[in-house]
């Protein structure tokens, strides 16, 4: 009973551990998958989700082997996780809880990591990540949405007021406050234009830019495409003169989640889980579908990447016949974010 316990394999008459059977340790086989996923479209994705049972392992027992990675396991694994700060302990960021589909999609991988190393096969049971998602309900008005700008663009709190005269701003820490959310300004720019999830904003570069037809290829060279189907789209008038002049990439750093918390908290934005960076991709697609209505949607879910589209020349794409009523709509939003905030784009 010890040796099944412990997942070695053993004779079920006499109680022997096999001989030249042993499973191999489970950090090895992770490891080894890691190495395969090398330059893979889901190499990021790959290695945040397995980075999690890395450190849980190392927390209970980095001499672990597959065959003892049962469903005991994998409960163990579930507790530990929803144990845990999603944030990661960045400051002004406050708590939060990982998601069921996020601790779901880390035994998947898990578990496609063992079945991987020739002669092992996972023996635990898990829920599909889309089974157990919670779609966040919640969806900002363009007044939101402009209020982001503006806590980008004019900080008003109390770390750049003189601390002896209130009613003061301090302008060199105005100025440093501007400084400090340059890139999360940049990102929204580009989520209100381009609808485009938080990962492929993080990728795009310069040779994605293809300025004379006004679009952006949202999937960059080199990158396979996966199921998250990342779709060529056009580029609002108010964001193309970004485009020309933006340098090799897009942003230069890898992401602004910290910056995002901290205006989701002065903003009061909802909490658990409801207004994380997709918010920007979540409400444009909602306001531009209430716009040009549900018989024209079909643009929507072009521009989105949920359909693919079957233009082959990229000057056709601004096309009112493919997408150009939702580029429309969506320049009508930007400027009424800049009535509401001048600068914003």
């Not at 992770?30 to 889901?42: F, S």
């Not at 492929?200 to 300025?211: E, N």
């Not at 521009?303 to 150009?324: C, E, F, Q, R, T």
């Not at 400027?335 to 509401?340: D, F, G, N, P």
Request: proline share 6%; glycine share 6%; with cysteine.
């Amino acid at each position: 009973m010890f040796l099944a316990s412990t997942g070695a394999r053993h004779c079920p008459t006499c109680g022997r551990p096999w001989e030249a059977d042993e499973s191999p340790l489970l950090l090895s086989v992770i490891a080894d998958y890691l190495l395969q996923k090398e330059r893979t479209a889901g190499e990021k994705s790959t290695r945040t989700r397995l980075g999690h049972v890395v450190r849980y392992v190392n927390e209970t027992n980095p001499a672990v082997i597959v065959a003892a990675v049962n469903d005991d396991f994998a409960e163990g694994f579930r507790k530990w996780m929803a144990a845990r700060d999603a944030s990661g302990g960045q400051k002004g960021a406050g708590k939060r809880k990982y998601s069921l589909s996020t601790i779901e999609g880390c035994l998947l991988q898990l578990a496609a990591a063992i079945n991987s190393a020739p002669g092992q096969k996972s023996q635990f049971k898990f829920e599909q990540p889309a089974d157990v998602a919670e779609s966040p309900s919640y969806r900002a008005d363009v007044q939101t949405i402009a209020r982001m700008f503006e806590y980008c663009l004019r900080p008003d709190d109390k770390s750049v007021r003189h601390w002896r005269e209130p009613h003061q701003i301090n302008a060199k820490l105005l100025q440093l406050r501007v400084a400090e959310r340059a890139n999360l300004l940049r990102y929204l720019r580009m989520a209100v234009a381009t609808w485009a999830r938080p990962d492929a904003i993080y990728q795009v570069k310069q040779d994605q830019w293809h300025s004379a037809a006004r679009v952006l290829d949202l999937n960059p060279r080199g990158r396979r495409q996966t199921r998250k189907y990342r779709p060529t789209v056009p580029i609002a008038m108010q964001l193309a003169p970004h485009l020309d002049t933006m340098g090799e990439s897009w942003l230069p750093v890898s992401s602004i989640r910290a910056a995002w918390d901290k205006m989701a908290i002065a903003l009061e934005l909802p909490s658990g889980g409801q207004a994380g960076e997709k918010l920007i991709r979540r409400s444009m697609s909602t306001l531009v579908r209430r716009r040009i209505g549900e018989e024209r949607w079909r643009q929507g879910e072009m521009m989105l990447g949920h359909v693919k589209a079957s233009i082959s020349d990229i000057y056709a794409i601004p096309d009112p016949a493919n997408l150009g009523l939702v580029l429309s709509a969506t320049e009508d939003i930007i400027r009424e974010i800049e009535e509401l905030v001048p600068g914003a784009f």
